[in-house]
């Protein structure tokens, strides 16, 4: 749902739609997600709209620049290329 | 040590210990390494001994270069186990100016090795900083690599919604 979301904002039927899922439970979860301030979402007669809540973005951008820091980032490309080395050696025994 | 200071990595490779510490100290195979791409390595000096030179030179296709580098010093050497060094001073420990070392900001570097077995090393690599803004500093260098453009990508693409909105 939330990578529907993320291509603009969706219908609860059209959200629905594409899920094996009773409209019930994907009210449900919408509810949770609303709940959590992920997504928002506002009622026009019988249609409610959901759209992504554009905070989110910039705190999913802040969660991956917390975990992929420089220093870890270095330390993948060092393992990448002791991974090489290792295969560089294998091949030259083989 | 605290979190809020230090960036604490602790990773098991999949390579023999003897591997995994000439990746890390020799400085042919630094140059591998240690730019994150598109920048890279034109030049390294390591030497492994403690008051040892630490210097590289980092140039990008942006025309970005550090020229020939404020050079830092090796701490700590034990073979095949921990290497320490730092860009507060420079070689023979001679201090370096405030954010002139290797790095933009003044760090420490500790990297331990062990052998975990069945040819796997286990390695912690802690950087030490003085304060959590340099912390944050070294947290954010890099980032037009790998997350670093899905950040960005991220970041336009929420830019577009919020001007859609």
Not at chain 1, 40 to 68: I, M, Q
Request: charged residues 30%.
């Amino acid at each position: 749902m939330l990578a529907r979301l993320a291509s603009g904002p969706a219908t609860v039927s059209e959200l629905a739609q594409p899920l094996s899922m009773s409209l019930p439970a994907v009210l449900q979860h919408l509810k949770a997600l609303e709940g959590s301030g992920l997504i928002r979402s506002e009622k026009k007669g019988r249609v409610r709209t959901c759209r992504l809540n554009p905070g989110v973005l910039s705190a999913a951008e802040r969660w991956l620049v917390d975990r992929r820091s420089e220093w870890e980032v270095r330390h993948d490309r060092f393992e990448e290329y002791v991974m090489e080395l290792k295969e560089n050696d294998d091949d030259r025994q083989a | 040590m605290t979190d809020k200071l230090d960036l604490v990595l602790e990773r098991t490779i999949d390579a023999p210990i003897d591997l995994v510490w000439a990746a890390y100290t020799n400085p042919e195979h630094l140059k591998r390494w240690f730019a994150p791409r598109p920048y890279e390595v034109t030049e390294c000096e390591l030497d492994l001994r403690p008051g040892g030179i630490f210097r590289i030179r980092m140039v990008g296709p942006d025309g970005f270069d550090t020229g020939h580098g404020v050079p830092g010093c090796v701490l700590e050497v034990i073979e095949g186990r921990k290497l320490a060094w730092t860009s507060a001073l420079g070689p023979g420990y001679r201090p370096n100016l405030a954010g002139e070392g290797c790095e933009s900001f003044p760090m420490t570097a500790v990297i331990t090795f062990e052998d975990a077995g069945d040819g796997k090393t286990a390695y912690r690599a802690v950087s030490l900083h003085k304060d959590e803004a340099d912390r944050e500093k070294h947290e954010q260098m890099g980032f037009h690599d790998g997350w670093g453009t899905v950040a960005g990508q991220l970041e336009e693409f929420a830019q577009s919604l919020r001007t859609n909105a």
